[in-house]
């Protein structure tokens, strides 16, 4: 099928169920175990983690004790530990608590910024003008995440070209690096290899990052078609969990399990050693009480052949 393949020597995965995973969650994991949660990627070679959000607890309060948690993670050097945040008074939050990383989050669609946060594409923009003062007073870079870039559940199909505009709006406010979501799970492998493209045409000044959700099954499939793009930058959630409020229980983030195993097994180092992390979802079973959509986790990991003698299935 491919004449020549050029695959990266290397992909690089962020690590997102602490945050984006544990605020779907109908149980409030105690912070305790969130740190404990953090603590044990970062033993399995994750070098990207979202630790948390710093919402109000009104609105998510599986994401209240942000500071405790961001506190109590044991940070090992090179890791870089990033927080979510909503709006300024967020990050006011966020930067006493000396992340890595903030990040912001908008809609390429105006519907769905209206919906997720209650404001215009526009007054969001004016926010993270705020934040990026913030941010560079206190030397903390500044992240951000287009969702609904692929889709949006109001809007539909969403234009390259919007998502486009407003990554160059981003990047000109000192946002270069920038992750689009597909954030219910729409998106098919050939638009992602048009987006990358495009982005690396128009918009080379952009470090893109993708996240994909798997409501449809696609999301590994996309992930893929991003790599063979040319794009190396993933959010993936431990476990697969975490998922869009627009489709209850209908698919969450791709499993970091599944994408390692497959970026692995094709040869693409990531940093992460799959055997601890499948640990680390053991761990994460037990802390959200119920089973995780991983399929490798489900599959128990890598073939391990168990020999000829004694095997044969008569
Ligand atoms: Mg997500």
Redesign the pocket.
């Known amino acids: 099928m491919f004449e020549r393949v050029d695959l990266p020597e290397e992909v690089y995965i962020r690590e ?1 169920a602490p945050r ?1 995973g544990l605020q779907a969650e109908p149980r409030v994991v105690p912070v305790p175990e969130r740190i404990r949660l953090v603590d044990q990627l970062t033993a399995a070679g994750v070098s990207r983690i979202e630790v948390t959000s710093f919402v109000s607890p009104q609105w998510l309060p599986q994401m209240a004790d942000a500071e405790a948690v961001m506190a109590g993670i044991e940070r090992k050097p090179g890791v870089n530990y990033a927080v979510l945040v909503p709006n300024p008074k967020g990050a006011e939050r966020a930067l006493r608590t000396a992340p890595d990383e903030l990040t912001v989050f908008v809609s390429a669609s105006e519907t769905h910024n209206y919906k997720n946060v209650h404001c215009s594409i526009s007054e969001s923009l004016g926010g993270f003008h705020r934040i990026c003062a913030m941010a560079r007073e206190a030397g903390v870079p500044v992240t951000a995440v287009i969702v609904t870039a692929f889709g949006c559940p109001y809007e539909g199909r969403v234009p390259v070209n919007a998502v486009l505009d407003l990554a160059v709006r981003l990047e000109s406010m000192g946002i270069a690096d920038i992750t689009l ?1 597909d ?1 219910v799970g729409v998106a098919n492998p050939l638009q992602v290899a048009e987006m990358v493209r495009s982005f690396q045409l128009n918009a080379p000044m952009v470090r893109l990052s993708l ?1 994909f ?1 798997d409501n449809r099954g696609t999301a590994l499939a996309n992930l893929l078609a991003g790599v063979l793009a040319g794009c190396t930058r993933y ?1 993936t ?1 431990l476990g697969g969990i ?3 409020p627009f489709s209850p229980g209908a698919g969450g ?1 791709l499993a970091t399990e599944d994408a390692v195993y497959c970026l692995q097994e094709m040869g693409i180092k990531t940093g992460i050693d799959l055997e601890r992390l499948l640990g680390v979802t053991r761990f994460l079973e037990e802390i959200i009480g119920h089973p995780v959509p991983s399929r490798v986790y489900q599959a128990g990991g890598r073939m391990v052949p168990v020999g000829i003698e004694g095997t044969l299935n008569e």
């Open positions: 997102v984006d979501g954030t996240h959700h959010e959630a975490g998922g869009s983030n």
